[in-house]
């Protein structure tokens, strides 16, 4: 379940309603689709016991297509809605007890809907931004196989045309989570004499992006994400009872260019590289550590993305 895409979309929303609604998408549905293309990357794949289960080569393609639509919104409390669709389509080969190599392939769909509702209020004479969000995740619309959700509380400490600072706290109620709350850092600077802005949302991204370049943007730095899906079988194409999924947390080092084509469609590139902290097979709704296989798969990436404003 693509919980992060989903959140970082809606954070993305109500933040720029924070920032006074200086740009036009603060109030408007949100349409992305982007493009994953995974370069060929070894893997090992253990036991939780440690036992080596199976060793090979794998590549990955992904298409994500996810909408953010604005339901209400007033001074004090909005709601918003998300919708994400995600085909994940996965090749490669693995080594036989005969040493040598078969290959494989499958190809899986996941659809997320989440709903969000935040309250602004202020704390110390500064605004504080309230967040609740529920995330429902399914192999298709009528088969749900997982309920979740994030509560957030973030205080802004600054607010200007240069500097934008805000702390807060994260819970997740995710019980397959990698941590149950964390605290959150965001800090976005125009550095001085500089085109150079700083943007950091800890723990999410530490990026560095320049405007005005070729009409644009080009933004380089690091990124924590998640991805995952769900999974009715094993990589042997053994069937299991229950419901499970390959939940993987990664830390990518990009380099990216935007622009806007017209008013309300922003293009995108980006590469780099994709390194790999946690990839793991585990039961919908259990611990992260209560996994039955694991493994670490790092790879190069490219990808191409559209966003689209609409009023």
């Not at 016991?49 to 393609?61: A, C, I, K, R, Y």
């Not at 600054?158 to 702390?167: D, V």
């Not at 990839?279 to 611990?287: A, Q």
């Amino acid at each position: 379940m693509r919980f992060p895409l989903l959140i970082t979309l809606i954070i993305f929303a109500t933040t720029l309603q924070a920032q006074q609604n200086r740009y036009p998408a603060a109030n408007s549905k949100l349409i992305t689709i982007q493009k994953d293309f995974f370069g060929d990357a070894n893997y090992k794949r253990y036991s939780k016991e440690g036992d080596l289960q199976q060793e090979g080569e794998l590549s990955e393609q992904r298409l994500k297509i996810a909408a953010v639509i604005p339901l209400y919104t007033n001074k004090q409390f909005s709601v918003t809605t998300a919708l994400s669709y995600t085909r994940s389509n996965l090749r490669y080969y693995h080594k036989e007890a005969s040493g040598l190599f078969q290959k494989s392939k499958f190809n899986t769909d996941d659809f997320d809907a989440a709903l969000s509702g935040m309250y602004r209020t202020t704390l110390f004479n500064k605004p504080m931004i309230n967040t609740a969000t529920v995330v429902l995740g399914s192999s298709n619309f009528f088969n749900p196989k997982k309920m979740t959700g994030l509560l957030s509380s973030s205080l802004v400490l600054k607010a200007n045309a240069t500097t934008l600072t805000t702390i807060g706290i994260a819970i997740n109620l995710d019980g397959s989570g990698l941590i149950p709350f964390f605290p959150l850092f965001s800090y976005w600077h125009k550095l001085s004499n500089s085109q150079w802005e700083l943007d950091m949302v800890l723990p999410q991204r530490v990026m560095l992006r320049r405007p005005g370049v070729f009409n644009g943007w080009l933004s380089t730095g690091i990124e924590l994400t998640n991805n995952s899906f769900f999974i009715k079988q094993e990589a042997e194409m053994q069937y299991r009872k229950g419901n499970y999924e390959w939940n993987s947390n990664d830390i990518n080092a990009s380099l990216a260019y935007e622009r806007f084509l017209g008013k309300k469609i922003l293009v995108g590139l980006k590469g780099g590289y994709k390194s790999s902290l946690t990839t793991r097979l585990l039961k919908v709704n259990d611990k992260i550590d209560n996994y039955k296989s694991r493994t670490k798969i790092s790879a190069p990436f490219f990808n191409v993305n559209m966003g689209f404003v609409i009023k």
